[in-house]
């Protein structure tokens, strides 16, 4: 049984840092293509960013560009996302989710968010002004 865990999650002022880990057992890391959401009681979904797992091509949403970056480490099964300059608006749940896709060419930008079969418990980030 496969499981997503999300780590680095807390409270900060505006301005400030955090890395989020996203630990993956039970699954062949390096098949997926690895994203992270977040989403807000009453808000719809959105996708922050992903990686795929062949040529390591990313996506950004605008709300974040410039600010956040995701990475992984096929060898500790963990993807990262790495935000800085972070604003009140960043306050969510932010939830890692897996794709299976294999040797595909298609850039994960391109693969809908439902198409995550695989998902964390997500971790809480608050940022105070």
């Known amino acids: 049984q496969s499981h997503l865990v999300e780590s680095g999650g807390g409270l900060l002022h505006a301005g400030g840092s955090l890395r989020l880990s996203c630990a993956a057992s039970?699954?062949?890391?390096?098949?997926?293509?690895m994203g992270w959401f977040r989403q807000a009681p009453g808000k719809e979904r959105e996708e922050v960013s992903c990686i795929d797992n062949n040529y390591g091509r990313t996506y950004y949403a605008d709300s974040v560009k410039g600010r956040f970056t995701i990475s992984r480490d096929n060898a500790k099964n963990t993807v990262y996302l790495q935000m800085n300059g972070l604003k009140r608006e960043d306050t969510d749940v932010y939830f890692c989710?897996?794709?299976?896709?294999?040797?595909?060419?298609?850039?994960?930008?391109?693969?809908?968010?439902?198409?995550?079969?695989?998902w964390g418990e997500g971790a809480q980030s608050t940022v105070s002004s």
């Open positions: 989710a897996a794709v299976l896709m294999g040797r595909a060419e298609v850039g994960c930008s391109e693969v809908h968010g439902d198409s995550y079969g695989r």
């Open positions: 039970g699954l062949s890391f390096e098949h997926y293509y």
